[in-house]
């Protein structure tokens, strides 16, 4: 609302997504220095397969310890920012109060990590599903808001709505990590496997928590035919090992 006030008052001008400040014409993706300078960006080193912030560049293949230990189905997740602070309010913006006007300054940040880590690759945009009753509660699955608007600035195919969420059994939220890895277990399905037969998929979600939901999502569409399957999220967790409570159990594949 305020935004759309300036804009009427001053429409030579452009502001901050965020916090309303002018910003320059030219800055393209809407959100002011000070703004992006609160930001936890994930930098080298970060784990080569799950895109956790490493402390210390890993010897043993840039893997973090919990992908050293488990193996996920997805070959490489990366993320804007760690999930944290400012960044943690801005997705809860998008997730809970209905903040879709900051989608497209959000995935501008995502447009930016794709083409440094995926030029050239002729990829397929895939939404992580949501439950079908939390999303007719919220009106909306953010990670397919993600997705549409990242496929529109990249210029990429989005298949949205073939893979789904059959139940959600539990609020993954509020799960250990080895119940998530239990939890999330046969809990998806494709409508349509051919779409994935060949294909490099990303998959698109707002937050890579335990990394279980996106590795279980990647399985499925690998036994569709897909070539590779990687993600991309806004937000990474900063989770140590000891807070996942990470025991023995592994995801079978
Ligand atoms: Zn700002
Ligand atoms: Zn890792």
Not at 154 to 175: H, R, T
Not at 180 to 196: E, I, K, L, M, Q
Request: charged share 20%; proline share 4%; net charge positive.
């Amino acid at each position: 609302m305020l935004a759309s006030w300036q804009e009427l008052i001053f429409p030579q001008r452009q502001f901050c997504a965020l916090c309303q400040r002018p910003v320059s014409r030219r800055n393209k993706i809407k959100l002011c220095d000070r703004c992006l300078s609160q930001l936890n960006f994930v930098q080298e080193p970060f784990c080569q397969s799950c895109g956790r912030p490493l402390r210390l560049a890993s010897v043993d293949g840039g893997k973090c310890s919990l992908c050293r230990e488990h193996c996920f189905h997805f070959t490489q997740a990366r993320a804007v920012a760690v999930y944290e602070g400012f960044w943690r309010e801005c997705i809860h913006m998008i997730k809970y109060c209905r903040r879709h006007d900051l989608v497209e300054p959000l995935v501008g940040l995502m447009a930016q990590v794709l083409v440094q880590c995926w030029q050239g690759t002729e990829l397929l945009l895939v939404p992580v599903p949501a439950a079908p009753a939390r999303k007719a509660r919220r009106g909306y699955n953010q990670a397919e808001l993600l997705a549409l608007e990242l496929g529109r600035q990249i210029k990429l195919p989005v298949e949205n709505g073939n893979l789904w969420l059959k139940e959600a059994k539990f609020m993954q939220s509020q799960l250990s990590s080895q119940s998530r890895a239990v939890n999330v277990r046969g809990a998806f399905a494709v409508h349509d496997p051919d779409a994935f037969v060949g294909k490099q998929v990303l998959l698109i979600d707002d937050i890579l928590t335990t990394g279980w939901t996106a590795s279980e999502c990647a399985r499925v569409l690998l036994g569709c035919g897909a070539l590779r399957v990687d993600v991309l999220t806004l937000a990474v967790g900063a989770v140590q090992k000891a807070q996942l409570g990470l025991g023995k159990t592994t995801v079978r594949r």
